[in-house]
């Protein structure tokens, strides 16, 4: 398929990773909020917490498009 699949699915990683990573990291500080005195901890945390998501969906979509590409021919 000339790598016609993977590419598609790494713009999906890109797209869906991104929508992901916000809803997580807004889901994270206003938990983390709750526990810390001052903004910067939560902060910090909640960007990890999203740059985390962010990688799954992307090295997750990669892997689908590779598998996809390489492992099942449609005809």
């Known amino acids: 398929m000339n790598g016609q699949v993977y590419k ?3 713009v999906l990683g890109f797209i869906f990773g991104s929508i992901a990573a ?5 889901i994270a500080f ?3 909020e709750h526990h810390y005195p001052t903004r910067k901890e939560p902060r910090s945390l909640a960007m990890q917490t999203a740059l985390f998501t962010f990688l799954f969906f992307v090295l997750a979509m990669l892997a689908a498009g590779y598998f996809l590409d390489n492992f099942v021919s449609i005809q």
Request: proline share 0%.
């Open 30 to 32: 206003r938990e983390y």
């Open 22 to 26: 916000l809803m997580s990291y807004l």
């Open 8 to 10: 598609l699915f790494l």
